[in-house]
């Protein structure tokens, strides 16, 4: 018997979506079933655009932008909106499915008991009427392989998670997600001096041994010649660092461009030599999102105009010609030795 769409999910649950799109299940690959919504501004939406840039499903699943702020209050309620148009905002757009002003309304629309938060990304089911899946981790995951049979062969062949190289990628998605990508967020919202003192160290730390590794593998991906989902995750964090991290976060121990020459120039690489990472990424939603959304942390709302450029020219091709940088904080450099190398 068929699994229904709504199977992994129970009425009034804050746990989400995790549904996939396979052959086999309530979610097969079809085009123009699917309709994502995302906000340019969000890291974790990032990696679930950047996909889908990368594997030419532009044209296969649709879009709808949330405006970049305001967010909501304290508890996020009401949340992302829509644009009353789409000349509103740059790049954000109205809601091509329903025209309902708020993200929460497509929440409710799958579940009207609905706990948890209102996130992006959301991928919906226009046939189930439900969201298949708001996990941009587990989107990550399968849905470069979930529509190959549409894909002409060089997109087909692409694979962020290849068989070979799995082990290494696990190992290092252990510390890079939790003290990377969700590092800057502990160390942004803290609520004391301790917290934030404890919190920002595992960044560095981070980047301290993410900056070696790269450097090991001669570029121009995080694993040398293939690029991976560790790229993806990587990118959607390090385009934001020195342009929003690093002062509204107070991340400020180091910046990319100064102080981990390897990363930058990684950097430098996806975003002018990717055409996904640029595509995927607008410095207007991720500056303004940021500053114009955490009235606690920036009261003013005022939107830095730096840093300038958002990301550098001048990519050096011959890695080994690159010096390996890091940040020599007495802490960060005992929290890097405490992480799983390859």
Known sequence: MTESPTAHHNPGTSDGWHGKITASGPFPAQKDRYHLYIGLLCPFAHRVNFVRHLKGLTDIIPLSVVMPYPKGDAKGWPGWRFPASDDEYPKATVDKLFGEDYLHKIYFRADLNYQGRYSVPVLWDRVGNTVVNNESLEILRWLPTAFNEFLPPEKAAIDLYPAHLREKIDTLSAWILPKLCSGVYNAGFASSQEEYNKNVIPVFGALNKLEKIVAANG??????????????????T???????????????????????????NWLKGMYWDVPAARDSTDFKHIKESYTKSHDDINPKLITPVGPFPDVEEGIERDWTRLRVGSVKHPEVLEFEGTLAGI
Do not use: W
Request: hydrophobic share 40%.
């Open 238 to 264: 390090l385009v934001r660092f020195d342009t929003v991290y690093v002062q509204h976060f107070k991340c400020n121990l180091g910046t990319i461009r100064h102080d981990y020459p390897v990363l930058n």
């Open 219 to 236: 570029g121009p991906f995080v694993l040398g010649s293939e690029m991976t989902e560790l790229d993806v995750v990587v990118y959607a």
